[in-house]
């Protein structure tokens, strides 16, 4: 079933697809809301806090918007922000992959060490691993014996947000590589590595059966050998891509971009002075929104604020890098289903947070629509504590919102683009000869 709509302005002009599972979902998740939180009383209205502007500063509707709150996963929004603004749009991290030793190319065995070189690439999973290991193999390179050297700026595999408690710099290197000689070797392959493979297959038209395998006979090591020679790089997604993985999905593991530019503390330093607030107005823990932070409603405003002129200045749209209601994967449609109908699905970006047992529960929204007089509102919506009734609070969030709409006559439903690109779609990988040619 399509959605006859508009070009879809933060997004791109694709078709707006809403099958008949979002619908049922929708309309359960509705019902359950309409029955734990349709009764709220004026008390819990009043423990909402809540700002909403248009972009150019005329304040809409306000209540409680200096009173700090825990952000949650709204924290992302800046993360992405530092990033943009730090390294650009057309960033790709890049990931070089070389030997050590002596490399007959005849039976494609290396004695010595494969050496990886990372520069914080958030995003090298298995897909892209099977990118590389592709191309090693063409180089006629099959088995190492000897070490596998690797950088402590290197990642693959997901962490969940936990990567930053490795404090160890062996520990991490250890693991990663372990992750990375079981992606390189079939031989290694669990259950979701051949399904990861397959899927891989399937979108490229490749041969299931004709396996890349790099087999690594040795240890683990950090760090890289004196003398060593760059054979095949890696490039990643541009930024926009990876970052807007990040946030659809709400993965944690986006401290691993903060990471290379200075973690939470730098994180709230730059926020406090991008957004021109006192250091009480916004205290950060974690550069994800994990654990106890804190900012307030008018700061929330003014990071989406901040952020939309950042992107549009790139010639990027909010949605380029932040889930769009109704039209995105994740949890926004289960969250707001109401927004996620037909009707209003594609008007909303959004950027939404949740904290169970941080807090005494938190449930916080951030984003923004286009009215048909075409001004952009921009809107941050949070709570106290949620205790228990997530659902309820969402159900009071997702009302006012509606009203918000309503007060500025409307919004603006534009057209659904496609799901999000794989993590190997856009990826890059390239014979090198040498440093100079990176």
């Not at 502007?53 to 209540?63: F, M, N, P, R």
């Not at 020679?229 to 990876?242: A, E």
């Not at 550069?287 to 003014?302: F, H, M, P």
């Not at 380029?320 to 039209?327: R, S, T």
């Amino acid at each position: 079933m399509k959605t006859e709509t508009a070009c879809f302005w933060w997004g791109g002009c694709r078709t707006c697809r809403a099958g008949g599972w979002r619908l049922l979902l929708s309309g359960v998740t509705t019902l359950i809301l309409l029955l734990i939180g349709g009764n709220a009383d004026a008390a819990d209205r009043d423990e909402l806090l809540f700002h909403a502007e248009t972009l150019d500063g005329s304040v809409l509707q306000t209540q409680g918007a200096d009173t700090p709150f825990n952000p949650a996963s709204l924290v992302k929004v800046g993360t992405s922000l530092w990033a943009l603004e730090s390294l650009g749009p057309e960033h790709r991290y890049r990931t070089v992959f070389g030997i050590d030793g002596e490399w007959d190319k005849q039976t494609g065995l290396l004695v010595g060490s494969l050496v990886v070189q990372g520069w914080g690439d958030p995003d090298m999973q298995k897909e892209n691993v099977f990118l590389v290991a592709r191309q090693l193999n063409k180089l006629r390179l099959h088995r190492v014996e000897g070490w596998l050297s690797i950088d402590g700026r290197f990642w693959t595999g997901w962490e969940n947000g936990v990567a930053n408690q490795v404090l160890d710099p062996r520990d991490r290197v250890e693991r990663m590589g372990r992750r990375l000689r079981t992606y390189l070797d079939p031989h290694r392959w669990d259950q979701s590595t051949r399904a990861a493979w397959e899927a891989m297959c399937e979108r490229r038209g490749w041969d299931p059966n004709n396996r890349p395998r790099v087999e690594i006979v040795g240890n683990i090591r950090p760090g890289a050998p004196a003398d060593w020679t760059p054979v095949v790089v890696h490039r990643s997604n541009p930024l926009p891509v990876l970052l807007r993985r990040f946030n659809v999905y709400s993965n944690n593991d986006i401290i691993r971009v903060a990471e290379g530019l200075g973690g939470p503390q730098g994180l709230e330093e730059f926020l406090e002075k991008r957004l021109e607030i006192a250091p009480e107005a916004l205290e950060l823990e974690t550069a994800s929104g994990e654990k106890r932070n804190r900012l307030t409603a008018r700061t929330g405003v003014g990071l989406i604020r901040a952020f939309v002129e950042t992107v549009a200045a790139m010639g990027l749209a909010p949605a380029d890098v932040l889930p769009v209601i109704g039209c995105d994967p994740g949890s926004t449609d289960r969250k707001f289903p109401m927004l996620a109908r037909p009707d209003k699905a594609g008007s909303v970006v959004v950027k939404t947070g949740t904290l169970i047992n941080t807090d005494g529960g938190v449930a916080v929204a951030g984003g923004l629509f286009s009215s048909p007089a075409n001004e952009i509102v921009v809107f941050c919506i949070g709570v106290r504590q949620t205790g228990w009734k997530e659902p309820h609070w969402r159900g009071l969030q997702q009302s006012w919102i509606l009203d918000l709409i309503d007060s500025a006559g409307g919004a603006v439903q534009r057209q659904c683009g496609e799901h999000l690109p794989y993590s190997d779609t856009l990826a890059e990988v390239e014979w090198v000869v040498s440093w100079e040619s990176l």
